[in-house]
Protein backbone atom coordinates (compact mmCIF):
# COMPACT_ATOMS: atom_id res chain seq x y z
CA UNK A 1 0.00 0.00 0.00
CA UNK A 2 1.42 3.10 -0.71
CA UNK A 3 1.53 5.89 1.76
CA UNK A 4 0.50 9.67 1.78
CA UNK A 5 2.42 11.81 2.82
CA UNK A 6 0.58 12.51 6.17
CA UNK A 7 1.54 8.72 7.13
CA UNK A 8 4.90 9.44 6.57
CA UNK A 9 6.85 8.04 9.95
CA UNK A 10 8.26 10.56 12.38
CA UNK A 11 11.99 10.49 13.43
CA UNK A 12 10.75 9.37 16.93
CA UNK A 13 8.64 6.38 15.11
CA UNK A 14 11.56 5.67 12.84
CA UNK A 15 13.94 5.33 15.11
CA UNK A 16 11.62 2.87 17.38
CA UNK A 17 10.69 0.74 14.58
CA UNK A 18 14.59 0.69 13.72
CA UNK A 19 15.74 -3.32 12.70
CA UNK A 20 18.58 -4.62 14.68
CA UNK A 21 21.78 -5.20 13.06
CA UNK A 22 20.87 -8.43 12.42
CA UNK A 23 17.36 -7.81 11.32
CA UNK A 24 19.16 -5.00 8.68
CA UNK A 25 21.55 -7.55 7.34
CA UNK A 26 18.91 -10.32 7.03
CA UNK A 27 16.25 -7.79 5.16
CA UNK A 28 19.37 -6.68 2.67
CA UNK A 29 20.69 -9.98 2.34
CA UNK A 30 16.84 -11.15 1.31
CA UNK A 31 16.09 -8.29 -0.80
CA UNK A 32 19.09 -8.37 -2.63
CA UNK A 33 18.67 -11.68 -2.95
CA UNK A 34 15.09 -10.96 -4.97
CA UNK A 35 17.05 -8.29 -6.30
CA UNK A 36 19.25 -10.04 -8.18
CA UNK A 37 16.66 -12.50 -8.97
CA UNK A 38 14.79 -10.13 -10.34
CA UNK A 39 16.96 -7.11 -11.98
CA UNK A 40 20.65 -8.47 -11.84
CA UNK A 41 19.93 -11.73 -13.29
CA UNK A 42 17.26 -10.95 -15.85
CA UNK A 43 19.64 -7.65 -16.56
CA UNK A 44 22.26 -10.02 -17.34
CA UNK A 45 20.00 -11.81 -19.64
CA UNK A 46 19.09 -8.44 -21.14
CA UNK A 47 22.81 -7.63 -21.24
CA UNK A 48 23.45 -10.92 -23.25
CA UNK A 49 20.86 -10.62 -25.69
CA UNK A 50 21.70 -7.53 -26.68
CA UNK A 51 25.39 -8.74 -27.09
CA UNK A 52 24.31 -11.18 -29.59
CA UNK A 53 23.49 -8.48 -31.89
CA UNK A 54 25.42 -5.44 -30.85
CA UNK A 55 29.08 -5.80 -31.36
CA UNK A 56 31.69 -4.77 -28.34
CA UNK A 57 32.17 -1.52 -29.97
CA UNK A 58 28.70 0.19 -28.86
CA UNK A 59 29.05 -0.77 -25.47
CA UNK A 60 32.50 0.80 -25.39
CA UNK A 61 30.74 4.04 -27.12
CA UNK A 62 28.00 4.11 -24.60
CA UNK A 63 30.70 3.13 -21.40
CA UNK A 64 33.13 6.12 -22.45
CA UNK A 65 29.85 8.55 -22.79
CA UNK A 66 28.43 7.31 -19.51
CA UNK A 67 31.58 8.47 -17.55
CA UNK A 68 30.60 11.61 -17.23
CA UNK A 69 27.48 11.57 -16.87
CA UNK A 70 27.64 8.83 -13.72
CA UNK A 71 29.42 11.37 -11.76
CA UNK A 72 26.12 13.06 -11.03
CA UNK A 73 23.76 10.00 -11.69
CA UNK A 74 25.52 8.21 -9.46
CA UNK A 75 27.83 9.78 -6.81
CA UNK A 76 25.72 12.62 -6.75
CA UNK A 77 22.54 10.68 -6.09
CA UNK A 78 24.31 8.59 -3.31
CA UNK A 79 26.05 11.64 -1.83
CA UNK A 80 22.72 13.63 -1.77
CA UNK A 81 21.02 10.46 -0.18
CA UNK A 82 23.66 10.06 2.20
CA UNK A 83 23.79 13.84 3.46
CA UNK A 84 20.30 14.28 3.59
CA UNK A 85 20.32 11.03 5.81
CA UNK A 86 23.03 12.87 7.84
CA UNK A 87 21.67 15.88 8.85
CA UNK A 88 18.23 13.64 10.00
CA UNK A 89 15.89 15.88 9.06
CA UNK A 90 13.21 15.04 6.46
CA UNK A 91 10.48 18.12 6.39
CA UNK A 92 9.12 19.65 3.52
CA UNK A 93 11.58 22.40 3.66
CA UNK A 94 14.83 20.93 3.99
CA UNK A 95 13.76 18.23 1.43
CA UNK A 96 13.55 21.01 -1.33
CA UNK A 97 16.43 22.89 0.03
CA UNK A 98 18.45 19.66 -0.36
CA UNK A 99 16.71 18.98 -4.15
CA UNK A 100 17.46 22.57 -5.03
CA UNK A 101 20.90 22.62 -3.99
CA UNK A 102 21.82 19.61 -5.66
CA UNK A 103 19.81 21.03 -8.82
CA UNK A 104 22.03 23.71 -8.88
CA UNK A 105 25.61 21.56 -9.13
CA UNK A 106 23.58 19.05 -11.65
CA UNK A 107 22.22 21.73 -14.31
CA UNK A 108 26.04 23.18 -15.24
CA UNK A 109 27.21 19.74 -15.41
CA UNK A 110 24.21 18.64 -17.37
CA UNK A 111 24.87 22.07 -19.68
CA UNK A 112 29.29 21.15 -19.99
CA UNK A 113 28.42 17.39 -21.09
CA UNK A 114 26.10 18.33 -24.05
CA UNK A 115 28.96 21.43 -24.83
CA UNK A 116 31.32 18.29 -24.75
CA UNK A 117 29.39 16.27 -26.97
CA UNK A 118 29.67 18.64 -29.82
CA UNK A 119 33.34 18.88 -29.40
CA UNK A 120 33.98 15.14 -29.19
CA UNK A 121 31.38 14.04 -32.25
CA UNK A 122 33.96 15.98 -34.46
CA UNK A 123 36.73 13.62 -33.19
CA UNK A 124 37.22 10.99 -36.05
CA UNK A 125 36.42 7.35 -34.63
CA UNK A 126 34.22 9.14 -31.78
CA UNK A 127 31.35 10.42 -33.45
CA UNK A 128 28.94 8.11 -31.88
CA UNK A 129 30.16 9.25 -28.45
CA UNK A 130 29.69 12.82 -29.60
CA UNK A 131 25.83 11.98 -30.09
CA UNK A 132 25.33 9.86 -26.74
CA UNK A 133 26.85 12.71 -24.30
CA UNK A 134 24.00 15.20 -24.87
CA UNK A 135 21.45 12.80 -24.37
CA UNK A 136 23.23 11.64 -21.01
CA UNK A 137 23.88 15.05 -20.03
CA UNK A 138 19.93 16.16 -19.74
CA UNK A 139 19.17 12.45 -17.92
CA UNK A 140 20.95 13.77 -14.89
CA UNK A 141 18.63 16.97 -14.67
CA UNK A 142 16.16 13.90 -12.72
CA UNK A 143 18.30 12.55 -10.55
CA UNK A 144 17.91 15.30 -7.83
CA UNK A 145 14.50 14.20 -7.94
CA UNK A 146 15.43 10.76 -7.69
CA UNK A 147 18.27 11.04 -4.87
CA UNK A 148 15.55 12.74 -2.37
CA UNK A 149 13.54 10.03 -2.80
CA UNK A 150 15.60 7.50 -2.72
CA UNK A 151 16.85 9.16 0.89
CA UNK A 152 13.10 9.21 1.84
CA UNK A 153 12.88 5.15 1.56
CA UNK A 154 16.41 4.50 2.83
CA UNK A 155 15.19 6.21 5.95
CA UNK A 156 14.23 3.33 7.80
CA UNK A 157 15.99 0.91 5.43
CA UNK A 158 13.75 0.04 2.92
CA UNK A 159 15.43 -2.37 0.81
CA UNK A 160 12.31 -3.77 -0.49
CA UNK A 161 11.27 -0.92 -2.40
CA UNK A 162 14.68 -0.44 -3.63
CA UNK A 163 14.55 -3.62 -4.76
CA UNK A 164 11.21 -3.55 -6.26
CA UNK A 165 11.92 -0.43 -8.28
CA UNK A 166 15.22 -2.12 -9.56
CA UNK A 167 13.11 -4.91 -11.15
CA UNK A 168 10.66 -2.57 -12.48
CA UNK A 169 13.46 -0.96 -14.40
CA UNK A 170 15.41 -3.18 -15.31
CA UNK A 171 13.27 -5.23 -16.86
CA UNK A 172 11.02 -2.41 -18.64
CA UNK A 173 14.17 -0.89 -19.92
CA UNK A 174 15.46 -4.40 -20.72
CA UNK A 175 12.63 -4.69 -23.02
CA UNK A 176 12.66 -1.49 -24.62
CA UNK A 177 16.31 -2.31 -25.43
CA UNK A 178 16.24 -5.04 -26.49
CA UNK A 179 12.62 -3.87 -29.11
CA UNK A 180 14.81 -1.11 -30.61
CA UNK A 181 18.16 -3.93 -31.25
CA UNK A 182 16.29 -5.81 -33.65
CA UNK A 183 15.05 -2.48 -34.90
CA UNK A 184 16.92 0.01 -38.18
CA UNK A 185 18.07 1.84 -34.82
CA UNK A 186 19.68 -0.86 -33.35
CA UNK A 187 22.62 1.37 -32.58
CA UNK A 188 20.73 3.30 -29.98
CA UNK A 189 18.81 0.72 -27.67
CA UNK A 190 21.32 0.85 -24.91
CA UNK A 191 20.61 4.60 -24.55
CA UNK A 192 16.90 3.90 -25.26
CA UNK A 193 17.26 1.16 -22.08
CA UNK A 194 18.81 3.72 -19.69
CA UNK A 195 16.12 6.16 -20.72
CA UNK A 196 13.56 4.03 -19.89
CA UNK A 197 14.94 2.53 -16.70
CA UNK A 198 15.71 6.17 -15.47
CA UNK A 199 11.78 7.20 -16.09
CA UNK A 200 10.26 3.90 -14.81
CA UNK A 201 12.17 3.69 -11.38
CA UNK A 202 11.25 7.57 -11.17
CA UNK A 203 7.77 6.77 -11.63
CA UNK A 204 7.61 4.24 -8.76
CA UNK A 205 9.55 6.37 -6.36
CA UNK A 206 7.51 9.02 -6.28
CA UNK A 207 3.91 6.61 -5.99
CA UNK A 208 5.35 5.65 -3.01
CA UNK A 209 7.00 9.07 -1.65
CA UNK A 210 4.04 11.46 -3.47
CA UNK A 211 6.94 13.68 -3.10
CA UNK A 212 7.74 16.55 -5.48
CA UNK A 213 10.09 19.38 -5.00
CA UNK A 214 8.11 22.58 -3.97
CA UNK A 215 8.86 26.20 -3.77
CA UNK A 216 9.58 26.28 0.01
CA UNK A 217 12.66 26.60 0.71
CA UNK A 218 15.45 27.69 3.28
CA UNK A 219 18.21 29.56 1.11
CA UNK A 220 20.32 29.82 4.00
CA UNK A 221 20.51 25.74 4.62
CA UNK A 222 21.67 25.49 1.09
CA UNK A 223 25.22 26.23 2.10
CA UNK A 224 24.96 23.16 5.21
CA UNK A 225 23.58 21.04 2.48
CA UNK A 226 26.78 21.34 0.11
CA UNK A 227 29.05 20.96 2.97
CA UNK A 228 28.17 17.83 3.82
CA UNK A 229 27.37 17.11 -0.07
CA UNK A 230 30.42 17.98 -1.42
CA UNK A 231 33.00 16.06 0.60
CA UNK A 232 30.75 13.04 0.02
CA UNK A 233 30.33 13.56 -3.59
CA UNK A 234 34.46 13.60 -3.97
CA UNK A 235 34.57 10.76 -2.45
CA UNK A 236 31.93 8.43 -3.80
CA UNK A 237 33.56 10.22 -7.15
CA UNK A 238 37.08 9.14 -6.11
CA UNK A 239 36.06 6.15 -5.18
CA UNK A 240 34.96 5.47 -8.75
CA UNK A 241 37.56 7.53 -10.06
CA UNK A 242 39.84 4.71 -11.06
CA UNK A 243 37.36 2.26 -13.07
CA UNK A 244 36.85 5.75 -15.09
CA UNK A 245 39.88 6.78 -16.03
CA UNK A 246 40.39 3.02 -16.49
CA UNK A 247 37.61 3.62 -19.42
CA UNK A 248 39.13 6.40 -20.72
CA UNK A 249 42.78 5.39 -20.71
CA UNK A 250 41.31 2.38 -22.46
CA UNK A 251 39.78 3.85 -25.19
CA UNK A 252 42.75 5.79 -25.73
CA UNK A 253 45.21 3.05 -25.58
CA UNK A 254 43.91 0.65 -26.98
CA UNK A 255 40.45 1.00 -28.96
CA UNK A 256 36.92 0.94 -28.34
CA UNK A 257 36.32 -2.69 -28.94
CA UNK A 258 39.06 -3.07 -25.89
CA UNK A 259 36.42 -0.84 -23.87
CA UNK A 260 33.30 -2.90 -24.85
CA UNK A 261 35.28 -6.06 -23.47
CA UNK A 262 36.23 -4.85 -20.63
CA UNK A 263 32.61 -3.15 -19.89
CA UNK A 264 31.12 -6.73 -20.56
CA UNK A 265 33.55 -8.33 -17.79
CA UNK A 266 32.56 -5.90 -15.52
CA UNK A 267 29.09 -6.54 -16.37
CA UNK A 268 29.86 -10.02 -15.37
CA UNK A 269 31.56 -9.72 -12.25
CA UNK A 270 28.85 -6.75 -11.07
CA UNK A 271 26.26 -9.34 -11.34
CA UNK A 272 28.33 -11.87 -8.55
CA UNK A 273 29.24 -8.82 -6.54
CA UNK A 274 25.49 -7.28 -6.15
CA UNK A 275 23.87 -9.92 -4.09
CA UNK A 276 27.17 -10.30 -2.11
CA UNK A 277 28.32 -6.60 -1.32
CA UNK A 278 25.44 -4.39 -2.01
CA UNK A 279 23.79 -5.47 1.12
CA UNK A 280 26.59 -4.65 3.21
CA UNK A 281 27.35 -1.72 1.64
CA UNK A 282 23.64 -0.27 2.03
CA UNK A 283 24.18 -0.51 5.93
CA UNK A 284 26.69 0.93 7.16
CA UNK A 285 25.23 5.00 6.68
CA UNK A 286 21.22 3.61 8.40
CA UNK A 287 23.24 1.45 11.20
CA UNK A 288 26.37 3.86 12.02
CA UNK A 289 23.76 6.72 12.41
CA UNK A 290 21.85 4.60 15.31
CA UNK A 291 24.71 3.63 17.55
CA UNK A 292 26.95 6.95 16.69
CA UNK A 293 29.16 8.06 20.15
CA UNK A 294 29.06 4.21 21.28
CA UNK A 295 32.33 2.95 20.34
CA UNK A 296 31.37 -0.66 21.22
CA UNK A 297 28.22 -0.59 19.31
CA UNK A 298 30.27 1.23 16.14
CA UNK A 299 32.80 -1.82 16.53
CA UNK A 300 30.24 -4.37 16.63
CA UNK A 301 28.59 -3.32 13.65
CA UNK A 302 31.93 -2.96 11.85
CA UNK A 303 33.66 -6.14 12.43
CA UNK A 304 30.24 -8.39 11.78
CA UNK A 305 29.62 -6.31 8.02
CA UNK A 306 33.34 -7.15 7.30
CA UNK A 307 33.65 -10.84 8.80
CA UNK A 308 29.85 -11.65 6.64
CA UNK A 309 31.04 -9.81 3.75
CA UNK A 310 34.54 -12.24 3.87
CA UNK A 311 32.04 -15.17 4.10
CA UNK A 312 30.51 -14.44 0.94
CA UNK A 313 32.88 -12.77 -1.46
CA UNK A 314 36.25 -14.30 -0.79
CA UNK A 315 34.81 -17.84 -2.38
CA UNK A 316 33.07 -16.02 -5.15
CA UNK A 317 35.37 -13.84 -6.84
CA UNK A 318 38.46 -16.83 -6.32
CA UNK A 319 36.40 -19.10 -7.87
CA UNK A 320 35.44 -16.68 -10.82
CA UNK A 321 39.18 -16.51 -11.21
CA UNK A 322 39.89 -19.72 -11.93
CA UNK A 323 37.13 -20.49 -13.91
CA UNK A 324 36.38 -17.24 -15.80
CA UNK A 325 36.95 -18.79 -19.30
CA UNK A 326 34.97 -21.08 -19.18
CA UNK A 327 32.00 -18.35 -17.88
CA UNK A 328 33.15 -16.10 -20.96
CA UNK A 329 32.57 -19.15 -22.98
CA UNK A 330 29.49 -20.04 -22.38
CA UNK A 331 27.88 -17.25 -21.71
CA UNK A 332 29.08 -14.69 -24.73
CA UNK A 333 29.00 -14.77 -28.46
CA UNK A 334 32.20 -15.56 -30.21
CA UNK A 335 33.11 -11.97 -31.04
CA UNK A 336 33.69 -11.51 -26.69
CA UNK A 337 36.18 -14.20 -26.65
CA UNK A 338 38.53 -11.53 -24.90
CA UNK A 339 36.55 -11.34 -22.47
CA UNK A 340 38.07 -14.21 -20.56
CA UNK A 341 41.16 -12.82 -19.63
CA UNK A 342 39.99 -9.38 -18.23
CA UNK A 343 37.28 -11.11 -16.10
CA UNK A 344 39.83 -13.26 -14.80
CA UNK A 345 42.03 -10.11 -13.38
CA UNK A 346 38.64 -8.18 -12.04
CA UNK A 347 38.04 -11.17 -10.01
CA UNK A 348 41.48 -10.74 -8.82
CA UNK A 349 41.32 -7.60 -7.97
CA UNK A 350 38.07 -8.25 -5.54
CA UNK A 351 39.25 -10.65 -3.93
CA UNK A 352 40.62 -8.15 -1.14
CA UNK A 353 36.88 -6.67 -0.91
CA UNK A 354 36.87 -7.11 2.89
CA UNK A 355 40.48 -5.23 3.84
CA UNK A 356 39.88 -2.14 0.83
CA UNK A 357 36.29 -1.82 -0.54
CA UNK A 358 34.68 -0.69 2.96
CA UNK A 359 36.95 1.27 3.77
CA UNK A 360 36.00 5.16 2.76
CA UNK A 361 32.35 4.36 3.43
CA UNK A 362 32.81 3.63 7.12
CA UNK A 363 35.15 6.49 7.69
CA UNK A 364 32.03 8.82 6.50
CA UNK A 365 29.81 6.57 8.36
CA UNK A 366 31.76 6.91 11.33
CA UNK A 367 31.92 11.32 10.68
CA UNK A 368 35.56 10.62 9.49
CA UNK A 369 34.98 12.74 6.42
CA UNK A 370 38.23 14.61 6.36
CA UNK A 371 39.99 11.48 6.98
CA UNK A 372 37.58 9.54 4.26
CA UNK A 373 38.42 11.99 1.37
CA UNK A 374 42.25 12.04 2.10
CA UNK A 375 42.36 8.24 2.33
CA UNK A 376 40.57 8.34 -0.84
CA UNK A 377 42.42 10.61 -2.98
CA UNK A 378 46.03 9.25 -1.99
CA UNK A 379 44.28 5.81 -3.55
CA UNK A 380 43.46 6.91 -6.63
CA UNK A 381 46.53 9.06 -7.46
CA UNK A 382 48.48 6.23 -6.13
CA UNK A 383 46.79 3.63 -8.47
CA UNK A 384 45.89 6.22 -11.65
CA UNK A 385 49.80 7.42 -11.69
CA UNK A 386 50.76 3.77 -11.77
CA UNK A 387 47.56 3.03 -14.64
CA UNK A 388 49.64 5.90 -16.44
CA UNK A 389 53.26 4.62 -16.03
CA UNK A 390 52.28 0.99 -17.04
CA UNK A 391 54.36 0.46 -20.40
CA UNK A 392 52.48 -1.25 -22.99
CA UNK A 393 51.09 -4.52 -21.75
CA UNK A 394 48.01 -6.69 -22.08
CA UNK A 395 44.82 -5.10 -20.61
CA UNK A 396 44.31 -7.77 -17.94
CA UNK A 397 47.74 -7.15 -16.58
CA UNK A 398 47.22 -3.26 -16.62
CA UNK A 399 44.05 -3.69 -14.32
CA UNK A 400 46.13 -6.08 -11.46
CA UNK A 401 49.13 -4.21 -11.56
CA UNK A 402 47.41 -0.97 -11.66
CA UNK A 403 45.63 -2.43 -8.35
CA UNK A 404 48.20 -3.92 -6.24
CA UNK A 405 49.41 -0.35 -4.49
CA UNK A 406 45.73 -0.15 -2.83
CA UNK A 407 45.65 -3.18 -1.42
CA UNK A 408 48.76 -1.75 0.65
CA UNK A 409 46.79 1.10 1.46
CA UNK A 410 44.05 -0.18 2.10
CA UNK A 411 45.61 -1.72 5.39
CA UNK A 412 46.54 1.83 6.66
CA UNK A 413 42.68 2.35 6.31
CA UNK A 414 41.44 -0.08 8.05
CA UNK A 415 44.25 0.59 10.91
CA UNK A 416 42.86 4.22 10.98
CA UNK A 417 39.10 3.26 11.01
CA UNK A 418 40.47 0.45 13.87
CA UNK A 419 41.68 3.27 16.24
CA UNK A 420 38.63 5.35 15.72
CA UNK A 421 36.48 2.37 17.26
CA UNK A 422 39.20 0.58 19.59
CA UNK A 423 39.35 -2.14 17.23
CA UNK A 424 42.24 -4.83 18.09
CA UNK A 425 43.81 -5.33 14.84
CA UNK A 426 44.97 -9.05 15.56
CA UNK A 427 40.90 -9.86 16.68
CA UNK A 428 39.75 -7.93 13.48
CA UNK A 429 42.16 -10.02 11.11
CA UNK A 430 41.47 -13.06 13.23
CA UNK A 431 37.82 -13.17 12.48
CA UNK A 432 38.33 -13.42 9.17
CA UNK A 433 40.85 -16.51 8.89
CA UNK A 434 38.17 -19.02 8.51
CA UNK A 435 37.02 -18.19 5.42
CA UNK A 436 40.55 -16.91 4.34
CA UNK A 437 41.49 -20.72 5.07
CA UNK A 438 38.06 -22.38 3.60
CA UNK A 439 38.84 -20.20 -0.21
CA UNK A 440 42.40 -21.61 0.11
CA UNK A 441 41.44 -25.59 0.32
CA UNK A 442 38.52 -24.55 -2.58
CA UNK A 443 41.08 -23.06 -4.54
CA UNK A 444 42.98 -26.40 -4.15
CA UNK A 445 40.18 -28.59 -5.18
CA UNK A 446 39.19 -26.74 -8.17
CA UNK A 447 42.55 -26.07 -9.91
CA UNK A 448 43.19 -30.23 -9.47
CA UNK A 449 39.78 -30.66 -10.94
CA UNK A 450 40.37 -28.00 -13.71
CA UNK A 451 43.56 -29.87 -14.69
CA UNK A 452 41.63 -32.98 -14.89
CA UNK A 453 39.44 -31.88 -16.94
CA UNK A 454 40.94 -30.01 -19.49
CA UNK A 455 39.38 -31.66 -22.31
CA UNK A 456 36.00 -31.56 -20.88
CA UNK A 457 33.38 -29.30 -22.59
CA UNK A 458 33.26 -25.99 -20.95
CA UNK A 459 29.86 -26.37 -19.57
CA UNK A 460 30.42 -29.25 -18.14
CA UNK A 461 33.99 -27.98 -16.45
CA UNK A 462 32.16 -25.01 -15.24
CA UNK A 463 29.67 -26.39 -13.40
CA UNK A 464 31.54 -29.29 -12.08
CA UNK A 465 34.00 -26.76 -10.71
CA UNK A 466 31.55 -24.82 -9.39
CA UNK A 467 29.37 -27.52 -8.01
CA UNK A 468 32.63 -29.04 -5.98
CA UNK A 469 34.08 -25.69 -4.69
CA UNK A 470 30.96 -24.73 -3.17
CA UNK A 471 30.68 -28.42 -1.25
CA UNK A 472 34.36 -27.77 -0.44
CA UNK A 473 34.02 -24.29 0.99
CA UNK A 474 30.72 -24.78 3.13
CA UNK A 475 32.28 -28.56 4.25
CA UNK A 476 35.94 -26.89 5.53
CA UNK A 477 33.80 -24.05 7.24
CA UNK A 478 31.45 -26.50 9.16
CA UNK A 479 34.20 -29.00 10.35
CA UNK A 480 36.38 -26.88 11.22
CA UNK A 481 34.89 -23.70 11.95
CA UNK A 482 31.38 -24.47 12.56
CA UNK A 483 30.34 -21.66 15.23
CA UNK A 484 31.97 -18.77 13.36
CA UNK A 485 29.91 -19.48 10.30
CA UNK A 486 26.63 -20.44 12.51
CA UNK A 487 27.44 -17.36 13.69
CA UNK A 488 27.30 -15.38 10.12
CA UNK A 489 24.51 -17.25 9.38
CA UNK A 490 22.21 -16.41 12.25
CA UNK A 491 23.75 -12.61 11.27
CA UNK A 492 22.47 -13.21 7.39
CA UNK A 493 19.01 -14.65 8.65
CA UNK A 494 18.52 -12.19 11.56
CA UNK A 495 18.79 -14.12 14.67
CA UNK A 496 21.91 -12.66 16.08
Known amino acids: MTPSPSDTPTNEQQDSTAPSLGKAIHLGMVWNFIGFIGSQASGFVIFIL ?6 PEIFGVVALAAVAADIISMDGRFACMDAVMQADDFSKKTLNTSFLAFFLVALPFSIGMVLLGIFVGKIEGYELVGEFLPIFGLMVLAVPWLAIMDAIIMRNLGFKQMTQ ?4 GTIAGGIVGIAVVFSPYMI ?18 FRYTRWFPGRDVDWSATIPFLKRFFPLLAISSLNQAAPRITMVVFGARYDTATVGLLRAANRIGDTLQGPLVSPMMGLWFPLMTKVRGDRAGEANIYTNIIWTASLLSLPAFAGLALISQDVATVLLPESYSGVGPILRAIAIISLPIPLAWFNA ?14 YTIVTVTITVGVL ?6 TPATAIIVMSVPSWFIAIYGNILIHRRIGLDHAHHYFGMAPAILATLAMVGVVSMLYMLGSDWPAIVRLTSSASAGALVYAGW ?12 VSLIRGRA
Request: no cysteine; charged share 15%.
Open 165 to 168: RSIL
Open 361 to 374: IAMTALDMNKTSLT
Open 50 to 55: LAMKLP
Open 477 to 488: LYIFHRNWLMER
Open 388 to 393: LAIPDV
Open 188 to 205: WALVAQRLVTLAVVILFE
